[in-house]
C-alpha cells in the first residue's frame, strides 16, 4: 500500500512529462520555459490536446472555436446570479461546470464540448467575480486574446501588453500537470464513461482543495501576516515547532525548484513597481532561503502566483479558479486520452477494519459496546 498513491503508476499518459529530479516540465516533449517564451495559451492548448504544434491556419482555426464557444447560456448565469455574494468563488466554479452540463448545447461532440468548457471557464469565473460585487458582466470582447479577454471580463480594462503576457504565462504555466490530484479525479470520473462535465466538476472540487490549488490563497494571507522580510524566518521557525506547514513549498513529484515557480518568480519581479512590491518579493525570498534551510524543501508553482495574479488585477479569491481556467485544458486531454483507452478505474483497500462481529439487537446494545 502506498499512502497519498506516492509513485504508484496509475495510467499511461503522453501528455505531460515531469522530471522531479532535474526540475524539468514538458508537454507533448516540449519544455514549458520554450513554450513560456515563445508561444501563446491558444497554441499550448491545442499542442496539449493535439499532441503537436499547430500551421498557422490550424492555430487561426482553433482560436476561432474557442472565441465562438465564450459566451455563457443564460441558464449559468441565472444560477451564478442566484448565489449569495459570499459564496466560495470555488463553489461557484464547480456549479457553473455541472450546470453548463445541462445548457451546453446537446449537439456538440466531444471535441466542441471540451472546446467549449474551455473556453467558457475563463467567462464563467468572470461571471462569479462580477456577480460577486453586484456588477453586470461583461460579454467577451471580440479581438482580444484568450488572456487578454479574461483580464479584460474581469476588471473591466483592456490589460496592457506586459499584464496580458504574465496571463498567458500563468495560463500554460497551469495548463497540465500530469497525475496530479484534481487530473486524477478527472479520469476516474471518466473511467466510468460518465460525462465530460462531471469530470470537470469533480476536478474542480478537488483543485478547490489547500493543499492542492488552493495553496497561493494561502501564500498571500501568510505575506500580510509576515508583514515584514525580517520577520520570516521567526515565522518559518514558529510554525514549523508547531509541525504545520509553510504553504508554497514542498511537493510529491518535485525534489528540486519546480520549474513553474522559478518562471513566476522571474515575472513576480518584473511587477515590482512600489515598495510594498519589493517588501513582498523580499518576503517571499527569504522564505525560500529558510525553508531550504530548515527543510531542503523548495518552493512550488504557488509561491509567486498569488503575487503576480494580484499584480496583473486577479482579486485574490478569484485565484483558484484562474488556475482552474488554465488547467481545464489539461483536464480535458486527459479525459480524452482516457475515453480513449478506457478501463474503469476501480483500485482495492487493504482492509484495516474488525472481522466476525457478531450482530447484536439493538435493544439489548450498550453505549461503546459494538
Ligand atoms: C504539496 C504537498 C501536498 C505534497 O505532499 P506530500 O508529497 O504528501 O508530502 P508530505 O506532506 O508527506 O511531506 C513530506 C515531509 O515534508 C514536510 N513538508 C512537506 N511540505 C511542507 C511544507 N509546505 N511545509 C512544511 N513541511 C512540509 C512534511 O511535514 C513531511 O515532513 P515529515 O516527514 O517530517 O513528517 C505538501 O508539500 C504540502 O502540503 N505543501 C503545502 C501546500 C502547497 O503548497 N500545495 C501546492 C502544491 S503545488
Known sequence: MSKGLEDVVAATSSITYIDGIKGRLLYRGYDIA???????????????WNARLPTERELSDFTKGLVSKRLIPSGVDSVLNSLPTNCDAMDALKIAVAVLGIFDDPMYSTQEKAASIASKMGTMSATIHRHKHNTQPLKPKDGLNFSSNLLYMITG???????????????????????????????????????????????????KGPLHGGANEKVVDMTEEIGSPDRAERYVLDKLSRKEKIMGFGHRVYKTDDPRAKILKDYARKLISTDKDRKDFEILTKLQEVMIKEKQLHANVDLFSGFVLNHIG?????????????????????????????????????????????????????????
Do not use: C
Request: charged share 20%; net charge negative; hydrophobic share 45%.
Open 34 to 48: 520554450d513554450l513560456v517564451e515563445n508561444s501563446s495559451y491558444e497554441e499550448t492548448a491545442y499542442l496539449i
Open 157 to 207: 480594462k483592456e490589460p496592457d501588453e506586459l499584464m496580458a503576457k504574465v496571463m498567458d504565462v500563468v495560463l500554460i504555466l497551469h495548463a497540465d500537470h500530469e497525475l496530479n490530484a484534481s487530473t486524477f479525479a478527472a479520469r476516474v470520473v471518466a473511467s466510468t464513461l460518465s460525462d465530460i462535465y462531471s469530470s470537470i466538476t469533480a476536478a474542480v472540487g478537488a483543485l
Open 314 to 370: 486577479v482579486p485574490t479569491y478569484l485565484f483558484t479558479p484562474i488556475f482552474a481556467v488554465g488547467r481545464s485544458m489539461g483536464w480535458l486531454a486527459h479525459i480524452m486520452e482516457q475515453y480513449s483507452n478506457n478501463r474503469i478505474m476501480r483500485p482495492v483497500a487493504e482492509y484495516s477494519g474488525p472481522q466476525q462481529e457478531l450482530y447484536v439487537p439493538v435493544e439489548r446494545r450498550s453505549a461503546g459496546v459494538r
